[in-house]
């Protein structure tokens, strides 16, 4: 039972650089997103995908890329990491007639130096 | 999208009931609620859903009023475990944007 498997969970990296968090689910989950929580606050919605192909912005797009080529994988990827999206980074899936009933990753810890 | 509302902390006692309101004005006909729960350094974890009167399951109970503004959910006799973030969540399988959750801090 693997449910929503993140990796990597813990990740360093310099201001500039670039990385994928990836996410995957083996429950066969149209929905999928990724939400950012950082110190203290709630999670906030960056990017979502309703199914294979389709992706759409939540509340906090901007420095962060999504694919979603595959039922089962939605990564992230940052582009020119910058010392704001320092935080801990969660995948989430849902199914379709589940209406909001989320799946949550363990989490990935990304700090930006 | 419906933005939800809820208090910032609550604290209680062992042994207590825990009822935790939250508000959703603007919730569409085709929005669910959803409660989750949240420990530091995990991911949250579902807890209750409903969508109109009540619901109750092993861990808690969802109570939604006939305009479905606002949902209470409560906690029977919380214990120091209890002690946790929760989320109150209003929408569909959509663009699902979390509030900034209640902290419950339960004593002994």
């Known amino acids: 039972n693997a449910g929503v498997t993140q990796t990597p969970k813990f990740q360093v990296l310099k201001t500039g650089q670039s990385m994928t968090l990836q996410c995957a689910q083996d429950?066969?989950?149209?929905?999928m997103s990724w939400y950012r929580q950082d110190p203290g606050m709630g999670l906030r919605l960056i990017h979502y995908?309703?199914?294979?192909?389709?992706?759409d912005q939540g509340e906090v797009p901007n420095g962060y890329n999504v694919s979603r080529s595959t039922t089962e994988d939605f990564p992230l990827r940052l582009l020119s990491a910058a010392p704001s999206q320092t935080s801990v980074y969660f995948c989430?899936?849902?199914?379709?007639?589940?209406?909001?009933?989320?799946?949550f990753g363990e989490g990935s810890r990304l700090t930006v130096l | 999208l419906a933005k939800t509302t809820q208090p910032v902390s609550m604290d209680s006692y062992e042994g207590q009931e825990v009822n935790i309101t939250c508000s959703h004005n603007?919730?569409?006909?085709?929005?669910?609620i959803t409660w989750y729960q949240q420990f530091p350094s995990q991911g949250p974890r579902f807890i209750i859903q409903?969508?109109?009167t009540k619901v109750t399951n092993e861990v808690a109970s969802l109570f939604i009023p006939a305009d479905r503004k606002s949902s209470t959910l409560s906690l029977p006799r919380v214990s120091l475990s209890d002690t946790a973030v929760y989320y109150c969540?209003?929408?569909?399988?959509?663009?699902?944007?979390f509030g900034t959750g209640t902290r419950l801090q339960v004593f002994p």
């Open positions: 995908s309703v199914g294979a192909g389709i992706t």
């Open positions: 429950m066969n989950h149209e929905y």
């Open positions: 969540l209003v929408g569909n399988t959509d663009k699902l944007i």
């Open positions: 409903g969508y109109k």
């Open positions: 989430a899936s849902s199914s379709q007639t589940s209406a909001g009933e989320l799946f």
């Open positions: 603007n919730i569409a006909t085709n929005d669910y």
